[in-house]
T-cell receptor, first 112, second 112 residues
Framework: GENVEQHPSTLSVQEGDSAVIKCTYS??????FPWYKQELGKGPQLIID?????GEKKDQRIAVTLNKTAKHFSLHITETQPEDSAVYFC???????????FGQGTELSVKP | EAGVAQSPRYKIIEKRQSVAFWCNPI?????LYWYQQILGQGPKLLIQ????????DSQLPKDRFSAERLKGVDSTLKIQPAKLEDSAVYLC??????????FGPGTRLTVT
């Protein structure tokens, strides 16, 4: 079945450093790859997404790269700040239309 | 614009009792989703509506869970009877047909 593997499960960085989270997926028909940030007690917040006709997308300190041949995509956060601390989820759009398949999540901790 | 609204935010019930959750999507969003998020995991789709019709309910435990979206706007998700393993956060999301799903704050259910 459809599956998304996300690594690492926890990540601790110093303020100002970069953070990278990686995901691999199994469904070759996937064509949409969003990233969500979830703070404690809140719902997931869409922070960036990429479609399969694009290899890289950047929005200020956040960037996402996609390698469709290898079936993996990554989130890059530069110049991390304490407010970046949260759980980050990658997801893919499954082959049944709107069904998002989520990774297991990465708990990012940015230490001041 | 206003985001996805959900209520209640928290609910504690005993096993075998029933519970209902309510969701109001972003205005104009025809597609509505209910996800279940167990602690430490990514959200998993329970049911997807397009207007008031069901698109995907393959992961909904239909012996105890039901959902409706009668007028193509608000939706309710019901569990009857609840089991201990139903303890989770229930997230509602909505979207236009162009993939981006926006989540509400969720309802945290504890079954004792």
């Amino acid at each position: 079945g459809e599956n998304v593997e996300q690594h690492p499960s926890t990540l601790s960085v110093q303020e100002g450093d970069s953070a990278v989270i990686k995901c691999t997926y199994s469904d070759s028909a996937s064509n949409y790859f969003p990233w969500y940030k979830q703070e404690l007690g809140k719902g997931p917040q869409l922070i960036i997404d990429i479609r399969s006709n694009v290899g890289e997308k950047k929005d200020q300190r956040i960037a996402v790269t996609l390698n469709k041949t290898a079936k993996h995509f990554s989130l890059h956060i530069t110049e991390t700040q304490p407010e970046d601390s949260a759980v980050y989820f990658c997801a893919t759009l499954g082959n049944q239309g709107g069904k998002l398949i989520f990774g297991q999540g990465t708990e990012l901790s940015v230490k001041p | 614009e206003a985001g996805v609204a959900q209520s209640p935010r928290y609910k504690i019930i005993e096993k075998r009792q029933s519970v209902a959750f309510w969701c109001n999507p972003i205005s104009g969003h025809a597609t509505l989703y209910w996800y279940q998020q167990i602690l430490g995991q990514g959200p998993k789709l329970l049911i997807q509506f397009q207007n008031n019709g069901v698109v995907d309910d393959s992961q909904l435990p239909k012996d105890r869970f039901s959902a409706e979206r009668l007028k193509g706007v608000d939706s309710t998700l019901k569990i009857q009877p609840a089991k201990l393993e139903d303890s989770a956060v229930y997230l509602c999301a909505s979207s236009l047909p162009a993939y981006e799903q926006y989540f509400g704050p969720g309802t945290r259910l504890t079954v004792t």
